[in-house]
């Protein structure tokens, strides 16, 4: 049994006898240990579920001092675990103390250091400088905290490459090496100032011996023959420990280093991105000049023979219409194509307000159809997809629209968004005339938006009755 788990059994035995004298406020405590150590000993689930036990007793009996020290252990635990959004929204409660509360300032500068972090994974490097600058703010106010900036400093470094902003953040990073640099030199002073010591004791002894040599010559002999091997030993000593000392500041320069590339990689991958997103605006601009302008051109021209001539012939007159529809349905497929190519991704938002767009068009196609438009509050709007996969689900979604018009006879059409776990349901119904699922003939509309689900690896499914409706179910 190792350290950690005798302190657990202890920890576990003190919480049994606080439970039993009703002492809650030491329960809290316990458990805040009991969770450190789990985590220490890797079962972070159990450690998160001891920290989640103490944040309900401290704020019971209003133990505010144990309560915020649980909330930035738990949001630490939420971190290792990889839950990233659960970590940086326990790490913004730890910040929120009441007016008056004495905060650790050590603590709030580490607080503010992994929340810069954290959203610089998930990508938001501004909002990640918000709370560097809190922290850099804090050391003004106490300075003695200096010495712990070194991460800080790292992350602020690694949100400016993200914003491209190199001078701030080449600036950060000489910073983080300065820092860790003082805090080597400290440990190293105070290793020369131990030796420095040990040094006078040994000469001390030495003047001692020199005394007593006149009183025992052959004791004199043996005894510099022992500081002949002390001072052998000590010099193995001296020399191990520089060894040691050299090899750690090497060590720290190497991980520098590999730092520094690993930024330097994600520089030269943002370049190749913009690079990607100008050949993308240049050839939208190629498509919507050049192809765009040929289709209308098209159906201008099909306009001109059907109203410049007396075309009697009515098969003629279908097929005409028929290019002019496909030619129109090309021009709005181009359009979307375009929209998603300008796009290194897509936003619920954007999605939302595409769709909205489309509804509002269909809706002055039919002004009797009443159409509605909902989100769950569960759902998660800061969802965001390849341009590939948004443009798959609002083909899908704008697909099942026109179907429900073209086909349905309905009065309404609902598209709704849920939150299933780790899926996103998309729900398109209408109270319209309905189908026979099981023998209906699937046209193109139908084949291709069981193509496009399969193409971004959701599912899709239909559920219909004669004269009972549709219903028309994505999952991604």
Do not use: C
């Not at 306009?303 to 009515?314: H, M, P, S, V």
């Not at 319209?432 to 209906?440: A, L, W």
């Not at 069981?450 to 899709?460: D, F, L, S, T, V």
Request: net charge neutral; proline share 1%; charged share 30%.
């Amino acid at each position: 049994m190792n350290l950690n788990e005798k302190a657990l059994e202890y920890h576990h035995e003190a919480l049994e006898i606080r439970e039993k004298l009703n002492l809650e406020k030491d329960q809290v405590a316990s458990l805040n240990n009991i969770g450190i150590n789990l985590k220490d000993l890797g079962r972070i689930d159990e450690a998160i579920s001891a920290y989640k036990k103490a944040l309900i007793i401290a704020e019971r009996s209003n133990n505010l001092i144990d309560y915020y020290r649980v909330l930035d252990n738990l949001a630490n635990a939420y971190n290792v675990n990889g839950d990233l959004q659960l970590a940086i929204e326990h790490y913004l409660k730890a910040l929120d103390k009441p007016e008056g509360f004495v905060a650790d300032e050590k603590g709030q500068l580490s607080t503010y250091s992994n929340l810069t972090s954290l959203y610089n994974e998930v990508n938001q490097p501004r909002v990640a400088l918000n709370y560097a600058n809190k922290g850099f703010n804090l050391i003004k106010k106490f300075p003695h905290i200096e010495g712990m900036s070194a991460d800080l400093n790292l992350h602020t470094a690694e949100s400016y490459y993200m914003l491209r902003d190199f001078k701030k953040a080449r600036k950060h990073t000489q910073k983080f090496i300065t820092v860790k640099d003082s805090i080597f030199s400290d440990r190293n002073a105070q290793a020369v100032a131990d030796l420095e010591v040990k040094y006078d004791t040994e000469k001390k002894e030495k003047e001692i011996l020199k005394q007593r040599a006149d009183l025992a010559e052959k004791e004199l002999i043996i005894q510099k023959k022992n500081y002949q091997v002390f001072g052998l030993l000590g010099l193995a000593f001296i020399f191990g420990l520089i060894g040691y000392l050299f090899f750690n500041q090497q060590k720290l320069k190497n991980k520098q280093l590999q730092k520094e590339n690993e930024l330097k990689d994600a520089l030269i991958k943002i370049e190749t991105q913009n690079r990607l997103q100008e050949q993308r605006l240049r050839i939208s601009r190629d498509l919507h000049d050049n192809i765009g302008a040929q289709l209308t051109f098209i159906i201008s021209s099909i306009d001109n023979l059907k109203y410049g001539f007396d075309i009697k012939d009515e098969k003629l007159k279908f097929k005409l219409n028929k290019i002019s529809d496909f030619t129109s349905e090309t021009i709005y497929e181009l359009r979307d194509t375009i929209w998603a190519m300008n796009k290194n991704e897509i936003t619920f938002e954007d999605l939302q307000t595409r769709i909205s767009n489309y509804i509002d068009k269909a809706h002055v196609y039919d002004d009797n159809i009443k159409f509605s438009f909902d989100i769950e509050t569960s759902v998660n709007q800061q969802k965001s997809w390849s341009s590939i996969e948004g443009m798959n689900i609002h083909r899908i979604i704008q697909e099942a629209i026109h179907n429900s018009l073209k086909h349905a006879s309905a009065t309404q059409i609902k598209v709704r968004f849920e939150q299933l776990k780790e899926q996103l349901k998309i729900t398109i119904s209408d109270n319209g005339k309905g189908f026979d699922v099981n023998s209906v003939k699937k046209g193109s509309g139908l084949t291709n938006m069981y193509k496009r689900a399969k193409h971004i690896g959701g599912e899709i499914a239909i559920v219909s009755k004669s004269d009972s409706g549709t219903q028309i179910i994505l999952k991604v």
